[in-house]
């Protein structure tokens, strides 16, 4: 379970160049990780393309922003280059870091119960400790609402 001021569970995927991405490379920076469901479906492109839109204001206040899902590093790459993401997107197909994360469970869509990811999001801080955890979010408008708290809690 993800607790605000514990330590963030460490981690390393590959990222959609298939590259290794480590959790632990980040430290001294602040690290935003949101987790969506599948590469190219409406609400993920919103929320990727709105953290794209953003990113010089991330990249300003010392952050990292990182999107995690269940997707394999060749769909992570077609989706970075079809919209020019400019987020770090990692593949878990393994569902590891999700599970670790709080990110993997059932959910209601539509009225009915399924088992997936959980769109969320984990700011974490330059210590490696979760400074925010949002555990179910809405796509459109959250990049704002990351982007707001992460300087509230700088100045």
């Given at each position: 379970m993800i607790e605000t001021g514990k330590k963030a569970p460490a981690f390393t995927l590959r990222n959609q160049d298939d590259e290794k991405w480590a959790l632990t490379d980040a430290i001294g920076r602040w690290v935003v990780v949101y987790f969506y469901p599948k590469a190219d479906t409406p609400g993920c492109t919103t929320e990727?393309?709105?953290?794209?839109?953003?990113?010089?204001?991330?990249?300003?206040?010392?952050?990292?922003?990182?999107?995690?899902?269940?997707?394999?590093?060749?769909?992570?790459?077609?989706?970075?280059?079809?919209?020019?993401?400019?987020?770090?997107?990692?593949?878990?197909?393994?569902?590891?870091?999700?599970?670790?994360?709080?990110?993997?469970?059932?959910?209601k869509l539509y009225g009915k119960e399924t088992v997936g990811v959980i769109r969320s999001t984990v700011l974490i801080d330059p210590e490696g400790r979760v400074a925010h955890h949002w555990p179910n979010v809405k796509a459109k408008g959250h990049a704002a609402k990351v982007r707001e708290a992460l300087a509230a809690m700088q100045e």
């Amino acid at each position: 379970m993800i607790e605000t001021g514990k330590k963030a569970p460490a981690f390393t995927l590959r990222n959609q160049d298939d590259e290794k991405w480590a959790l632990t490379d980040a430290i001294g920076r602040w690290v935003v990780v949101y987790f969506y469901p599948k590469a190219d479906t409406p609400g993920c492109t919103t929320e990727a393309c709105d953290f794209t839109d953003s990113i010089k204001d991330f990249t300003g206040m010392n952050a990292t922003v990182v999107g995690i899902s269940p997707d394999s590093v060749a769909a992570l790459k077609k989706f970075q280059d079809k919209y020019k993401l400019k987020v770090t997107l990692l593949s878990d197909p393994d569902k590891k870091v999700l599970e670790k994360y709080g990110a993997w469970g059932t959910k209601k869509l539509y009225g009915k119960e399924t088992v997936g990811v959980i769109r969320s999001t984990v700011l974490i801080d330059p210590e490696g400790r979760v400074a925010h955890h949002w555990p179910n979010v809405k796509a459109k408008g959250h990049a704002a609402k990351v982007r707001e708290a992460l300087a509230a809690m700088q100045e």
